[in-house]
């Protein structure tokens, strides 16, 4: 239902800005290829970067470390695809690690929950990131005097999002007992709703998470460079944005791209699509065009942020996805 919502709501405002479509083709069939060649330079690097930020969580949990790189490319291209396809709140991609670690030979609980650990750090780490590149893009809207309400509720249901699952997170890492509840629910609510006996659940992933969160607890220093990964990962997206919007005569103003960037992954963020889908592109041609920009050329920059960013690693990663799964091991 929601879905079809948004699809009738993007329809409608396509429909109402139809005389600007000839103008976003003419940006598109124009497009310097210079910049196209930027932005796919940049969208390399982006993605190289979310694989530093894998393995700097892997490190410090014990997973595994730098050295992974190349085996880890296209792991990571493939857990970025699944979260692409499924609004999990980052979980989805676990699998193409958890598939990973078991090709590689690491089908113990403790293995396995390093693994997890590791996983889960990084997603998270993502999202704290992100609340820097999001505090720089609402500091510029707000000196500029260009602050929404959109935003403003955008940013609070962030913000109420983020805080609960932070809060849940420490909670259950500061008591071994919680997050063995915690980590065990899944399957007891599955038993309840099929009306099966209880099981017993082998919680030894739970405590080799817990233990690795604890190492990370008497070591914060060693967390600083997955920061320092997740805080870029916004940063190149920012300047793919950027990259896209001077190929299409957008205008060369890396201010405004990021303002656009912070904006639209906030909407999709709180969006109820996969992806983002509809909320990432209404909220960053909007602002785009608040800052001056045709609606038109801010559609074509868009999609051609877009293209860069999810439909190229959709692509690539659900293929990658598909050969993780149908792999021996």
């Given at each position: ?43 390399l ?7 530093l ?27 970025m ?60 809207v ?73 190492a ?36 060369d ?33 909007a602002?785009?065009a ?14 051609v ?25």
């Open positions: 239902m929601a879905a079809l919502v948004v699809v009738a709501a993007a329809a409608a405002l396509v429909w109402a800005n139809r005389h600007e479509l000839p103008a976003a083709g003419r940006a598109l069939r124009d497009a310097d290829p210079a910049w196209l060649a930027v932005g796919a330079v940049v969208l690097i982006w993605i190289a970067d979310w694989v930020l894998h393995l700097a969580a892997r490190r410090v949990t014990g997973a595994g470390g730098y050295h992974e790189f190349a085996r880890l490319l296209p792991v990571t291209l493939a857990s695809a699944l979260n692409l396809a499924v609004k999990s709140g980052n979980v989805a991609g676990l699998a193409a690690f958890t598939l990973d670690s078991r090709r590689q030979g690491a089908r113990d609980p403790a293995g396995q929950g390093r693994v997890t650990g590791a996983y889960l750090a990084a997603a998270q780490t993502a999202e704290v990131g992100f609340v820097v590149t999001l505090a720089a893009g609402l500091a510029v707000s000196w500029d005097g260009r602050l929404e309400r959109a935003e403003i509720v955008a940013t609070v249901l962030f913000s109420a999002g983020l805080l609960v699952r932070v809060v849940a997170l420490v909670a259950a890492v500061r008591s071994r007992e919680v997050l063995r509840r915690v980590w065990t629910l899944p399957g007891r609510c599955w038993d309840r709703l099929l009306r099966r006996r209880r099981a017993a659940r082998d919680t030894a992933a739970a405590d080799e998470f817990y233990d690795a969160v604890a990370i607890r008497t070591r914060p220093a060693a967390a600083v460079p997955a920061v320092c990964f997740a805080v870029a990962i916004d940063l190149l997206g920012a300047v793919v944005l950027w990259a896209s919007m001077i190929a299409v005569g957008a205008g103003r890396p201010l405004v791209a990021l303002v656009a960037y912070a904006v639209s992954t906030l909407f999709g963020i709180v969006g109820v699509l996969p992806g983002g889908i509809g909320f990432v592109e209404v909220g960053a041609a602002a785009l608040s800052y001056g920009v045709p609606v038109g050329v801010s559609a074509a920059a868009v999609l942020f877009r293209v860069f960013v999810f439909w190229l690693p959709l692509a690539l990663g659900g293929l990658l996805a598909w050969r993780l799964r149908a792999s021996p091991g």
